[in-house]
């Protein structure tokens, strides 16, 4: 299971953030990957752990003014990208476009969805990974799993009708083994989550336990 840490705008330290994935992936062998506002990219990444952007633009090079241009990310140390997200959503041209642009460093793709017909029109544009999201349990307590484990196997489903290739990964309120456990078992390859670490007094000790189960 991939545990992938969207630090959002929330007011953590982006560092220790990373630092304490980067120390838990070290011990337990999980791949934890963490995406930090575009601006602290290469600071996470030069702690060493694994460096997601949270959005890259649909654009080349160019006069791109307020842009977040795919190559950028690439050369502050992002190894992949968060795409439409439920709080950044984005045009289905633009999702394409995003996707093409990401190739071209060879960043690693998640594109988010909020449903399974979502997840399937996602997939069919040929991301790396799927990520369905309910919006209404972003930042909750419940995990997604706990909370409509049939959301994340009905994408589970469609994502492989489309194209069995591309991961099915889910979020929304996941904080513990447990939920990464559930989410495994409903058919998912990884997590995606914010609050349970971004928010935690701790985040090293939730990251031990995220990833308990793996
Ligand atoms: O939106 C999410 C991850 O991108 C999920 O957020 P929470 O983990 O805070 O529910």
Redesign the pocket.
Known sequence: MFVLV?L?AYPCDPVAVAEAARDVADESGARIAVAPQAAHLAAVADTGVETWAQHVSPVEHGSHTGSTLAEAVADAGAVGT?LN???NRIKLADIDGSLVAADRPGLETVV?ANNPDQAAAAAALGPDAV?V?PPE????DVSVASADPAIVEDSAAAVAAVDDDVDLFC?????SGEDVSAAADLGASGV?????V?KADDPRAVLRDLVSGI
């Not at 995606?192 to 349970?196: R, T, V, W």
Request: glycine share 20%; with cysteine; proline share 0%.
């Open positions: 969207n959002k968060l997200h439920s709080e988010c990520a999201e349990l972003i930042g909750g979020g929304a309120g996941v904080s995606l989550l914010a609050s349970g971004a």
